[in-house]
């Protein structure tokens, strides 16, 4: 499948290309302006359909999502990881977190002050996160993720987001979840949502979403629904 636009206008921004991760910055903020802003850290989904030649971080959604946390004032950051299968989950959890350890370094980022951003097939990866959450880490944000680890997947329960997120504590999660996905994907975010009581979790529901809503469903709904997103996770970042 072709890279389809992202939903909502892509402002100017600075994007710089790191081994692993693309950043985004205004461009009245760039590095050495000595002010430490916060990071938005957006993790592409997967696993990558076989014969894809483009990166993930090329697709206009994530520029797009890069550009707009950029043009808000904090360091957006797209960041690879090369799961083919969900067997290597462990593999792109080890890339995921090698990645942030270098965006919590790179100049300008307040080390302090990061957000978690997963979409889709990453929303597995989001479990080490959801169970021992840094103090860095301000707030996580699933965008129709995949939550639930099925038995005939193979994959190790570590990953699987609905037996973490009891561990969550108060770290602020919110959930984008659409009305049209799959209906394994539907059930997975069922039974995140039961397994979270008590856990500090907000909710933004997109009836007549699809999976990939936000490049897909160039609707008021759609753009409604990430733009409330975004506000919420810059409002917890900041």
Same mark, same amino acid.
């Given at each position: 499948m072709e890279p389809q636009p992202f939903v909502l206008a892509t402002p100017? #921004?600075?994007?710089?290309?790191?081994?692993?991760?693309?950043?985004? +910055?205004a461009p009245n903020n760039a590095p050495g302006d000595d002010a430490l802003r916060p990071a938005v850290v957006f993790v592409h989904g997967g696993p990558r359909p076989p014969g894809v030649e483009w990166r993930p971080r090329d697709q206009p959604v994530f520029v797009g999502y890069g550009s707009i946390a950029a043009?808000? $004032?904090? /360091? $957006?950051?797209? %960041?690879?990881?090369? &799961? *083919?299968? %969900? !067997?290597?989950? *462990? #593999? #792109? *959890?080890?890339?995921? !977190?090698?990645?942030?350890?270098?965006?919590?370094?790179?100049? $300008?980022?307040d080390p302090?002050?990061?957000?978690?951003?997963?979409?889709?097939?990453?929303?597995?990866? !989001? !479990?080490?996160? %959801? +169970?021992?959450?840094p103090a860095w880490l301000t707030c996580l944000a699933l965008t129709y993720p995949v939550l639930q680890n099925l038995p005939e997947w193979g994959v190790e329960p570590r990953f699987d987001p609905t037996l973490a997120v009891s561990d969550s504590g108060e770290l602020p999660i919110l959930l984008t979840r659409v009305g049209r996905d799959r209906p394994e994907f539907v059930s997975g975010?069922? #039974?995140?949502?039961? *397994?979270?009581?008590?856990?500090?979790?907000?909710?933004?529901?997109?009836p007549d979403g699809r999976h990939g809503f936000d490049m897909l469903d160039h609707t008021d709904e759609a753009r409604s629904a990430v733009t409330r997103a &975004?506000?919420? /996770? %810059?409002?917890?970042? +900041?």
């Open positions: 100017d #921004a600075l994007r710089q290309c790191h081994d692993s991760f693309d950043v985004y +910055r043009a808000a $004032g904090v /360091v $957006g950051v797209v %960041l690879e990881h090369h &799961m *083919a299968s %969900l !067997a290597e989950c *462990a #593999a #792109a *959890a080890d890339e995921i !977190a090698i990645g942030l350890d270098e965006v919590r370094q790179l100049p $300008g980022v302090n002050r990061v957000a978690l951003w997963f979409f889709s097939g990453s929303g597995l990866l !989001a !479990a080490d996160w %959801l +169970r021992d959450s975010v069922h #039974a995140f949502v039961e *397994a979270a009581h008590g856990a500090n979790l907000e909710i933004i529901e997109v &975004m506000t919420w /996770v %810059l409002a917890h970042v +900041r």
